[in-house]
């Protein structure tokens, strides 16, 4: 495609729900990251894929927070038993090369927990 | 680990008028810099980047950034601001011994008043 799609754009959630957040990244881009804004923030990285190999996971918050890139293109992060510090816009960015010099980010998916 | 700070949280501006937005990041041997910039509800789309050579960096929409080792420091410069130009601006930093890994600032929010 284009661009970086993220879906769903809103999700609102009960506290203890599961979710999954989609990416679908620009065609052929082989790195793939995943960060977290909450509100107020900037970004902070949470896990970076190199085609279907997660090479960095050292972000994620919590063993709640899981992320998976199994064909190497599509991305699933999923967050289970959501809490409300979950709370906050996560981003989805591709990028052409191995590593990054400057990613291609998408609209982002808010999340809510309540 | 690398950080970034910026050192305004909020900068208020007229139409037409010159605007600076300050970064600073913590020292490294080599660093690679960026400034993005985020509409609302948008994710964020980069401005320019510095990789290497020449410290001045002429990005999209008019905006530059110079690039000053000894002062650890990418600012970002536009002469003549648009009301367009309103949105968070948001500098990072990618660590050269890191191949994929942004560190961000807190951002900077540009208003743009008529």
């Known amino acids: 495609g284009a661009g970086v799609s993220q879906s769903p754009r809103y999700k609102v959630a009960k506290r203890g729900q599961d979710v999954a957040l989609r990416c679908d990244p620009i065609?052929?881009?082989?790195?793939l990251f995943w960060y977290q804004q909450a509100l107020g923030q900037g970004p902070e990285f949470l896990t970076y894929f190199q085609n279907e190999a997660q090479l960095d996971k050292s972000g994620l918050p919590s063993d709640r927070f899981f992320a998976e890139r199994p064909e190497g293109s599509v991305s699933t992060l999923k967050i289970q038993r959501t809490q409300q510090e979950d709370s906050a816009v996560y981003l989805c960015a591709s990028s052409q090369h191995e590593g990054g010099y400057g990613y291609t980010f998408g609209s982002g998916t808010r999340l809510t927990v309540v | 680990a690398q950080s970034v700070t910026q050192l305004d949280s909020q900068v208020p501006v007229f139409e037409e008028a010159p605007v600076e937005l300050r970064c600073n990041y913590s020292?490294?041997?080599?660093?690679?810099l960026f400034w993005y910039v985020q509409y609302p509800n948008q994710g964020l789309q980069l401005l320019l980047k510095y990789l290497s050579g020449s410290t001045l960096v002429k990005g999209i929409n008019g905006f530059e950034a110079e690039f000053n080792k000894s002062q650890t420091s990418f600012h970002l410069r536009k002469p003549s601001v648009h009301i367009s130009d309103t949105a968070e601006y948001f500098c990072?930093?990618?660590?050269?011994?890191?191949?994929?890994?942004?560190?961000f600032g807190k951002g900077t929010l540009l208003t743009v008043n008529p």
């Open positions: 990072a930093v990618r660590d050269g011994g890191s191949n994929y890994k942004l560190t």
């Open positions: 020292s490294s041997v080599s660093v690679y």
């Open positions: 065609s052929g881009h082989v790195s």
